[in-house]
């Protein structure tokens, strides 16, 4: 067993991961995986730049999983730092920042990258499973940017297209840092839609979309949609995680999350304070792509790109 940690930074949240992992049998088994709010992503897509206040909740997260990795005593640490950060023109202030608390560089990776390590951090475990077929569309939807990976054993096509549930609601839910609808209106709704059909179509260039025969979501407007669908009176992982929710259970929950307040999605005890204000958009990303490829239902993983990373330390 070798034990390894990774940490993904995204647009939203930052996740750490550390493991014991076995090559040979393809084991992986957590000794710590947690997540936080950063929100790293806030205005980037109207500025250009990280906020300095996005930075320091970042840097407070990355001192906080420094110490866990030290405790543990990882043989190896990978930081992978995606949309955000790609898009970001001081994004130099954060790379110093990172190396200056965890010591390593952090990898600004393409979209084609991180939508290979979704995938293999997502189907690794559904291999020869006789009640899942292939090819798989791996969808991993992001704070800034969504992946659709298509493949089998190995990915056949990969596309990163600039779609989140961040991106979605600062573009359009929100202006001069308020919201502007809450709910959103029938105008604000249409304009998201145009938008993830645009990013669909830019998707299909590359990808066969129509080809897939399981659709497996990842990342947290998937996994919270799924707490949701299950009733779930609090987040729990081993509930959701391989979890199939059927289309008209996230077309409905989709319409309960674009009508109702700030407080009343805050009242719904499955979703993480740090979502309430980007969760409907997200939802509609997943039922857009479910509506787009005709999927009866989504299988659910709680495996994503952060296993995938863990397993490219091995």
Excluded at 101 to 126: N, R, Y
Aim: proline share 4%; net charge negative; charged share 25%.
């Amino acid at each position: 067993m070798k034990r390894v940690a990774a940490v993904d930074c995204g647009t939203n949240s930052i996740r750490l991961l550390v493991a014991d992992l076995d090559p040979a049998t393809g084991e992986l088994k957590d000794l710590d995986r947690r997540m936080t709010i950063v929100r790293l992503g806030q205005g980037v897509d109207r500025t250009g730049r990280l906020a300095p206040e996005a930075l320091e909740r970042t840097f407070a997260a990355c001192r906080e999983y420094a110490g866990i990795i030290r405790e543990l005593g990882a043989e190896k640490l990978r930081f992978v730092a995606t949309s955000a950060s790609r898009d970001a023109e001081n994004r130099d202030d954060f790379v110093r920042g990172v190396v200056d608390i965890l010591g390593v560089e952090p990898e600004v990776i393409t979209g084609d990258q991180e939508a290979e390590f979704s995938f293999t951090g997502a189907t690794k475990e559904l291999t020869g499973r006789p009640d899942v077929d292939t090819p798989y569309l791996v969808v991993d939807i992001g704070g800034g940017s969504t992946e659709f990976v298509l493949g089998s054993d190995t990915v056949r096509a990969a596309r990163s297209v600039d779609i989140g549930c961040v991106r979605m609601t600062e573009r359009h839910l929100v202006r001069d840092g308020k919201i502007i609808a809450d709910p959103p209106g029938e105008e604000q709704i249409a304009a998201i839609k145009a938008d993830i059909a645009r990013a669909l179509d830019q998707a299909a260039e590359t990808v066969p979309l129509s080809e897939a025969r399981t659709l497996v979501g990842l990342a947290g407007s998937v996994t919270t949609v799924a707490a949701i669908a299950l009733n779930l009176s609090e987040y729990d992982s081993a509930a959701i995680h391989h979890s199939r929710i059927p289309l008209s259970q996230v077309r409905e929950i989709t319409h309960r999350l674009l009508t109702t307040t700030h407080e009343e999605r805050a009242e719904i005890p499955a979703i993480h304070p740090g979502r309430v204000d980007v969760i409907a958009a997200g939802a509609l990303v997943l039922l857009s792509i479910m509506e787009r490829i005709g999927a009866e239902e989504v299988v659910v993983s709680e495996h994503d790109i952060l296993d995938g990373i863990a397993w490219s330390c091995a």
